[in-house]
């Protein structure tokens, strides 16, 4: 078959905020567990929501075992056959291939070694590991993750606001694997409740065993993001929450030939956003403007051969932020997307699926965290078991 490049991991970019790293000499080392069987690499690099320019030393790839300790010759990559590089305020770069055969379930690792400039850019996922070490040791076949203040300043974060915080990972935006297997990837397109990996990594696990070598899920969520509107520039995490589903389409989707299926679980922060310190009331939407809204995507990844599959809104009513006339939205906009899902590949129910029967406006809170609109580790297992894995067949 013929040869192409599919994403084996991949980010969606939004502002760090106060999560983002500091300018400092310092190496980072991501840590890639492969889906799919490649025999050669490449990776792009975003300084997209960055302030200021990047400069990177040195970039290395070599195969490794999951703690990132060489197990294979370490290679030098390169942009533009160039070994060092700047990216300015916005820019993306996509490396040189460097040849590197790896097989699926096999782990890998990228090295960037930033002389220069703070990372802003990039997202909060624990689907991959990022070692992070002061110096330059792109080369180095044996390293251990350095600690910052600010991975104690998140941990408290997620303690005080009952969510999961997950180490930052910046700069990288996607790696790919040169693929003669007919591959393709899965992206899920979603808020912090697809973002924080409950449901989404067992997804993936389902899917690699399920459909070996023939499919990667990569997790392009944003935490806060919302399907209709950006992020609104009152919120004091200015950027965080990053652009709306609608205006990320191109760069997120439709950039990558190799995405065949999206899973779109988008609106829980278009209805419960509005009129608290993260939005205005006046950017209150309705829900037939969300159903249109979700049919127009429908329609655009059809015309470049992608299908969609749409998550409903998992039910708020436990959460602060929570009034009757958000939980009436939801629960009109689910009963439009069921009646008009002959216009996606597949709709999934999980609404209903952990809804409490007796507060039909609340999921139940077995299945959720603390802050009551997450889902925990056991919510989002029941989600990614009941997956229907005949719809990627």
């Known amino acids: 078959m013929e040869n192409k490049w599919v994403q084996v991991w991949g980010q969606a970019h939004s502002a760090f905020s106060f999560f983002y790293y500091p300018s400092c000499r310092k190496t980072y080392r991501l840590v890639i567990k492969s889906a799919l069987s490649g025999k050669s690499v490449r990776f792009e690099l975003s300084n997209e929501c960055a302030k200021n320019d990047v400069c990177i030393g040195a970039l290395t790839v070599a195969k490794c075992d999951k703690d990132g300790n060489f197990i294979s010759e ?34 890998f690792c990228i090295n960037a070694y930033v002389e220069k400039g703070a990372l802003r850019s990039g997202n909060l996922l624990d689907n991959v590991n990022l070692l992070t070490v002061k110096g330059d040791v792109s080369h180095t076949p044996e390293i251990k993750n350095q600690r910052r203040i600010r991975d104690k300043v998140r941990e408290v974060a997620s303690v005080v606001l009952k969510m999961y915080f997950h180490k930052p990972i910046p700069l990288f935006q996607s790696v ?7 591959a393709r990837s899965i992206v899920v397109y979603g808020d912090s409740i697809s ?14 065993e399920a459909y070996p070598e023939k499919y990667s899920v990569i997790n392009k969520s944003i935490m806060g993001t919302r399907l209709l509107r950006d992020w609104h520039k009152r919120f ?32 829980t922060n278009d209805f419960l956003q509005y009129g608290t310190i993260a939005a205005p009331k006046s950017e209150k939407p309705t829900p037939k403007e969300f159903l249109n809204a979700m049919i127009g995507v429908s329609e655009e990844l059809q015309k470049h051969g992608k299908k969609l599959i749409v998550f409903n809104i998992l039910n708020f009513g436990e959460s602060i932020d ?25 709709y999934y129910d999980q609404a209903n699926l952990v809804v409490n029967p007796e507060k039909p406006t609340c999921t139940k809170k077995e299945y959720l965290g603390k802050d009551y609109v997450h889902p925990n580790k056991l919510g989002g297992q029941i989600v990614a078991d009941n997956v229907d894995l005949e719809w990627f067949k």
């Open 74 to 107: 370490c290679k030098t990559a390169t942009v533009n056959s160039q070994k060092s590089l700047c990216l300015k305020v916005g820019e993306i770069a996509l490396s040189d291939e460097v040849p590197l055969d790896i097989k699926a379930g096999e782990y």
């Open 195 to 208: 973002q924080q990996g409950y449901w989404t990594n067992a997804f993936a696990e389902r899917i690699y």
């Open 176 to 182: 790919q694997v040169l693929n003669d297997a007919d």
């Open 322 to 346: 929570s009034r009757p006339e958000k939980e009436a939205m939801v629960t009109e906009a689910n009963k439009l997307l069921e009646e008009n899902k002959h216009h996606f590949h597949a």
């Open 236 to 267: 004091i995490c200015k950027g965080l929450f990053g652009k709306s589903g609608l205006n990320r389409l191109q760069r997120d989707i439709l950039n990558y030939p190799d995405v065949e299926y999206v899973i779109i679980a988008l609106g």
